[in-house]
Structure formats: C-alpha cells, structure tokens
C-alpha cells in the first residue's frame, strides 16, 4: 500500500511533505516544533502552514511550484505579521540566492518578522545570514522521536523518515548525511528483519562509532578510514561492515590485518574482530609460534572482558568461529566447505555460567589454525540475539559493541606482537 506522506514525485518533497503533513494535522506539534526551531513560543493566537505555495495562494502543481521556486512550507500567523519559512534539501545545494528571495517575498507581502529555517543532511558551506538558521534532518528526527510519546503524527513522520532513508540509501540517492540518527536495531519477534532496513542502520550505527574515542585510543582503530565500498547483501540473510587500524593504512587489502566487524544478521548480531585468511604471516606466528599455553592465556583474557558486557546487558554470549569457503569468482557468494563454532565459556566457563567446560573445542581450533592448509577465517565475538537481548533496540548498544572489541585487545595484541 502507498504510503500516506508518498504524495510527491521528487525525493526532497516527499519528505518535506511527511513533516509538514504531521505539523498541519497536529497543532500542538506545530507549536512545539515553531518553539524547537527558533527557540521561542509562539502561543497568543493561531499558526498556519502551506506547502509549496504563498500564502493566501490556491494549491498549485509540484511542477509548477518548482519552476517558480517557492519555499517547501510556509507557517505564518497574519494577525502578528510573523511567517517561519523552511527550505528543505537532501541531495541539491542549499543556495544562499533561494534563501534571500524566499525572505524578500515575505517581506514585500507584509511579514515584518522572518526566519527562515534551512534543511539538510549536511552543514551548509557559506555562512548563513542573521534570519536564516540551518537544522539537520538527522535533527528534526531525533526532535521527533522526543515529540511521540505525547504526537502520534510525530511518530508517523519519523517512522517515514526512516523509511525513506532505507529507499534513498538502498538507490544511491543519498550520497552523504542522514535523514534519521542511530536509534538502535529493531529486529525482533514484531519486526522481522530486511536488507534495507538493516543497511541503514547499520550505516547510521558504523557512523556513530567512528565517534568513540576508546576505540582509538585503547585499540588504535583509524576512526576517519572508510569501510567496505558498498554495503551489500540483498539476497542474503545479513549485512556487515568493518573498523580497521591505523597500521593497516598501507596495506593492499584490508585483509591483511585483523579488522572490527559488525553483522546484522536475520537472527542476531554478532559483533567480532577477524582474522582473516589474508592476513599478514607474522601476524598469525605471533598467535600461533608460542604453543597452545600462550593461546589459551590470551583468549582466557578475552573471555574475562567478554563476562564482564554480559555480566552488564542480558541476551548474549561469546562465539569463536573458524570458516574454512573457497569462491568460485572474485565477486560470487563464498562456498562454505567446514566451520567450527563454538562459545568461548567452553573453555573458560566464568563465575556464573551453566555451561560444562569443554576444553577440546578450544584446542581443535589452535590445531586447525596451526596447521592450516585451505581458505581459513578466524573471528571471536559475542553475539546480540534479538529475541533475548532488549537493549539491541536502544541507542545503548553502541556501548556493548565498542566494549566487545576493547575485550578482544588481548587477541588483536597478540596478532601485533604488543
């Protein structure tokens, strides 16, 4: 079925279209949204809004309305002669000569005090005049989702939002910026997952970890280094992306060294550092060449940090999986031909764990890295499961999954001879 606010043919309206929809059909949320965005109240008489179009005008065309290149929305109260006037953009350039028109045409039909409210998913580049004031839609979402406890229009807008960040972001058309912030990962029971759904908030997740400085500092992860290319996985039952290191800057491939994942899969997500079959020689000496003592004491440390994410948040615990793939084709979906799967507490069971210690899982996995002789991929994490761990659907998240790497130190140490 369409949806409500899908009323226009162009991406950019479409979207203005959804906010002004939910201002006009709920006047509080209009007042709340004037006083958000300008900083005072506006209570002493009744607000209006247009869209794409002056006031006082009928409705026109969306194409008519383009070529004369009027404001996206238009609110106004005639008896205080004050108009608030917003110019949305997502893909296009924020023009300086747009914004002055837009506050000479307010003033010429008898509005004496104008602000113009400019929107985009990124900072505008010049300077923005004394009346003119530029919010973020990443902004109006995050104001949003606070508005709809109390709007149940605030939460439809934002809903839509995000959905259209997942069509924007699956076609390309969203280049740069967000349209919604990261506001944790929804699967569940009620929500099943989906490719697009999942790409965009991985894409907003990934973003805000960039911004955690422990990550740097604790791990030397290079927080300004670009992840994979494209983000795929349509066909697939899951999406991920990675953090490298500053050292691996120099590197060929990213293989080489050992890199920060997260997978949002269809039943979980598995937050890991991997190992991977390309990685450098000496790396994989420097966990391997001191025997299995060695091995063991460093992944004992891991599993201590690993207790103490889960001692915190419920709904998770510890992986080490080892996949032996081959490909038939550069591009083409791996083959797995083996994988060893195991929980850590295996082989380090923990004060509170129900888990039986078994040792042997642990041990077979020192011995197939060791004597390795195919396409081998190691990777340790924990794993988030949907349906048992509650805090996956709040912003908090990003704090467990930046935890679970700090915890994997030991190994990443290891592999650099630190």
């Known amino acids: 079925m369409r949806n409500l606010f899908d009323q226009y043919t162009q991406r950019e309206n479409k979207v203005t279209h959804a906010l002004v929809s939910g201002l006009n059909e709920d006047s509080k949320l209009l007042k709340a949204f004037v006083k958000w965005a300008t900083g005072k109240a506006h209570n002493r008489s009744k607000l209006s809004i247009v869209e794409q179009r002056l006031p006082g005008e009928p409705e026109i065309t969306e194409e008519e309305s383009d070529r004369r290149g009027l404001p996206d929305a238009w609110i106004f109260d005639e008896d205080e002669q004050w108009s608030l006037i917003i ?9 300086m000569d747009q914004l002055k028109r837009h506050y000479k045409t307010a003033l010429r039909r008898g509005y004496s005090d104008v602000i113009i409210i400019a929107m985009d998913v990124v900072e505008p580049k010049q300077k923005l005049p004394r009346w003119a004031k530029f919010i973020s839609w990443s902004e109006a979402y995050t104001w949003l989702k606070s508005q709809s406890k109390q709007s149940d229009w605030a939460n439809k807008v934002a809903n839509y939002l995000e959905v259209a960040e997942s069509r924007f972001t699956e076609d390309n058309y969203l280049k740069e910026g967000t349209l919604t912030t990261f506001s944790g990962i929804p699967f569940g029971e009620d929500y099943p997952y989906n490719y697009p759904e999942a790409k965009r908030v991985l894409k907003l997740a990934m973003q805000e970890l960039r911004k955690d400085k422990r990550l740097d500092n604790t791990l030397g992860i290079d927080l300004l280094a670009p992840g994979r290319s494209a983000i795929t996985g349509k066909s697939y039952s899951a999406v991920w992306d990675y953090l490298s290191l500053k050292q691996s800057n120099s590197a060929k491939a990213h293989t080489e060294f050992p890199h920060f994942t997260v997978a949002i899969r269809d039943d979980c997500v598995f937050v890991l550092v991997t190992m991977p079959h390309g990685i450098k020689p000496e790396f994989r000496r420097n966990l391997l060449n ?8 460093v992944f004992s440390k891991v599993a201590g940090g690993f207790e103490k994410v889960c001692n915190r948040i419920g709904g998770v615990y510890s992986k080490v999986e080892i996949v032996q793939r081959h490909y038939k084709s ?6 797995i031909d083996a994988t060893l799967s195991y929980d850590l507490r295996t082989a380090f069971p923990g004060k509170n764990g129900r888990i039986k210690k078994q040792p042997i899982w642990h041990k077979s996995a020192f011995e197939l890295l060791e004597n390795k002789k195919a396409n081998t991929q190691l990777a340790v994490g924990l794993v988030f499961n949907y349906t048992t761990c509650e805090e996956l659907q709040s912003p908090k998240i990003l704090n467990a999954i930046a935890d679970t790497w700090v915890a994997c130190k ?8 630190k």
Do not use: C
């Open 410 to 417: 030991p190994f990443v140490d290891s592999m650099l001879n």
């Open 330 to 335: 550069q591009r083409s979906t791996p083959n």
């Open 87 to 95: 110019e949305s953009k997502i893909a296009a350039t924020l023009s």
């Open 290 to 297: 001191n025997g299995y003592d060695h091995f063991e004491k």
